[in-house]
């Protein structure tokens, strides 16, 4: 990136005087981006490995050369001169390598890829189409190539991290029940299925109770009479409600969505969310 400070026309022009302007934020250096690697186009390990990865290094002396990651066994790959190696095959989302290791991927959680899947799949069809556009590319066939990759890499990128937790979005609160939306439906279709426990431990007995919902909206169990909270103990006063949303295979997600809700004396109000 490049912070420049550019000058308001208005503003004096003599250096001694209080001159104004504004800060201009500029992303820089493109050329290896997309299916480029600056003076070449990238290969097929693009995206696989790190440049020096030791760990399959290693994999591969211990197994005398017969570990063998997919992309290895592609031929030589067909592609636009203008749009370089940029393509869905073999792309993995969750285990995605840059050619330098970088921290923030070897630390990547699930709640990351969460958030940065929410991100990509915010683009529309229409906007990347005219991001592709802006690029004037001058071969229409290397255009299409680029559309096409981008568009399945996205879906690729939802599709995953979706799967690892309950991709269940904007909840809140309408006449007594949870409701969200369901990012994997919106996206990508299917049905509305999910499974629900909820535990509250300030009522005498604790309030416990779990089902099934085919409707994006869920009702939370209501305590009977007054509630008494342990001051002493500040989560007696929240209840919380695991959400899983069941996968195409009928499995749940492997990981829920997490709602604390503190009861008022007259209805629930939602204070956090963890996914």
Same mark, same amino acid.
Do not use: C
């Given at each position: 990136?490049? @912070? ?9 022009? @003599? /250096? ?12 820089? *250096? ?7 690697? &600056?003076?070449?186009?990238? +290969?097929? %390990?693009? +995206? ?67 958030? $940065? ?13 005219? &991001?592709? /556009? ?10 299409r190539y ?11 990128? +939802? ?15 309408? $006449? $007594? ?24 431990? &300030? ?16 009702a939370i169990?209501?305590p009977e $009479?007054?509630?008494?909270? *342990?001051?002493?103990?500040? /989560?007696?006063?929240?209840? %919380? ?9 009928? *499995?749940?997600?492997?990981?829920? &969505? ?18």
């Open positions: 990136s490049l @912070d420049m400070f550019i000058l308001d026309p208005g503003s004096p022009e @003599d /250096e001694e005087a209080a001159r104004y302007g504004y800060l201009r934020h500029n992303l820089i *250096d493109f050329g290896s981006s997309l299916g480029s690697a &600056a003076v070449r186009p990238h +290969g097929p %390990r693009h +995206g696989q490995e790190n440049e020096l990865d030791l760990s399959v290094i290693g994999k591969r002396f211990l197994g005398l050369g017969f570990y063998r990651k997919p992309w290895q066994t592609e031929s030589d790959t067909v592609y636009p001169a203008e749009a370089g190696y940029f393509t869905s095959k073999n792309f993995d989302p969750g285990d995605w390598k840059p050619n330098i290791p970088n921290p923030a991927f070897d630390n990547v959680t699930v709640r990351d890829g969460y958030w $940065g899947a929410k991100l990509v799949m915010s683009f529309t069809d229409p906007q990347l189409f005219a &991001a592709i /556009e802006a690029g004037q590319y001058s071969n229409p066939e290397a255009a680029i559309l096409r990759a981008l568009q399945e890499r996205r879906d690729l990128t +939802g599709r995953h991290w979706f799967a690892e937790v309950s991709p269940l979005d904007d909840p809140r609160i309408e $006449g $007594g029940s949870l409701v969200f939306d369901d990012l994997w439906i919106r996206y990508f279709g299917g049905l509305a299925q999910y499974r629900w426990e909820f535990d509250w431990d &300030a009522p005498d007995p604790d309030l416990e109770a779990e089902g099934e919902s085919t409707v994006q909206s869920i169990p209501r $009479g007054a509630v008494t909270v *342990d001051e002493d103990d500040p /989560e007696d006063a929240l209840a %919380r409600l695991r959400v899983w949303k069941v996968q195409e295979d009928g *499995d749940r997600a492997p990981r829920p &969505a997490t709602f604390r809700l503190q009861w008022n004396g007259n209805a629930w109000q939602l204070v956090g969310v963890r996914y």
